[in-house]
Nanobody, 119 residues
Framework: QVQLVESGGGLVQAGGSLRLSCAAS????????MGWYRQAPGKQRELVAH???????NYADSVKGRFTISRDNAKNTVYLQMNSLKLEDTAVYYC?????????????WGQGTQVTVSS
C-alpha cells in the first residue's frame, strides 16, 4: 500500500510563491515518474509538471519558467516550487507517482491541496 501526503498549499497574492511537497510512503521499490497535476473549477485535470526516473522534466506551457519540479529520492518526496503565481494558477493541485516495483505497475494520486491566488 502506498500513501501520498501533500502539503504547502494555501492562499497567496499574485506574484507570490508557494512550494508544494508530496511525500510518498509504503511499499515503493521502483518509480518511473513523479508529477503534479491541477484541476480548476469547471475544468479538466491537467498536467503541470512531470519528472521521469531519468531526470527529464516536462512542463505545461502555462507554467514554464515559473514552476520547478524536483525530488528527494531518499525521502520519496516530490516538490513543486511555484513562483510568479497568477490568478489562473488557482486550482487543486494533485501529486502523482508511477510505481513499477513491486508489481504490478500502478499510478497513485495524492488527496489534493488547494492553491488560491488572489489579486
Amino acid at each position: 500500500q502506498v500513501q501520498l501526503v501533500e502539503s504547502g498549499g494555501g492562499l497567496v497574492q499574485a506574484g507570490g510563491s508557494l512550494r508544494l511537497s508530496c511525500a510518498a510512503s509504503g511499499s515503493i521499490f521502483g518509480l518511473n515518474f513523479m508529477g503534479w497535476y491541477r484541476q480548476a473549477p469547471g475544468k479538466q485535470r491537467e498536467l503541470v509538471a512531470h519528472l521521469s526516473n531519468s531526470g527529464s522534466t516536462n512542463y505545461a506551457d502555462s507554467v514554464k519558467g515559473r514552476f520547478t519540479i524536483s525530488r528527494d529520492n531518499a525521502k520519496n518526496t516530490v516538490y513543486l516550487q511555484m513562483n510568479s503565481l497568477k490568478l489562473e494558477d488557482t486550482a487543486v493541485y494533485y501529486c502523482s507517482i508511477g510505481v513499477v516495483a513491486p508489481e504490478p505497475p500502478y499510478t497513485y494520486w495524492g488527496q489534493g491541496t488547494q492553491v488560491t491566488v488572489s489579486s
